[in-house]
């Protein structure tokens, strides 16, 4: 999924002004979906070293137990703390 030049410029300018190290961590399995997903998730790490993805395989039938976790977590931070 490569980014055009435009965007990649502006997102390499927004995590340039990154302080401190940023983990992600993504399910993925073998959909097209989670393909385009773990593509854009290389090429940002690719852009700064602040950027670590992890990418946890699961298989297709495990995604309605991750939609049912995820729907009783909140996200816990805001991307503001990271700069």
Do not use: C, G, W
């Amino acid at each position: 999924m490569a980014l055009s030049t435009e965007i990649s410029t502006q997102l390499k300018q927004y995590l340039a002004k990154l302080k401190s190290d940023v983990v992600i961590e993504a399910f993925v399995d073998e959909s097209q979906v989670s393909t385009n997903m773990r593509e854009l998730l290389v090429e940002l790490a690719e852009m700064t070293e602040k950027i670590s993805p992890i990418f946890i395989k699961i298989r297709l039938r495990e995604r309605h137990l991750l939609k049912l976790i995820n729907l009783m977590k909140q996200p816990v931070f805001n991307l503001q703390e990271f700069l």
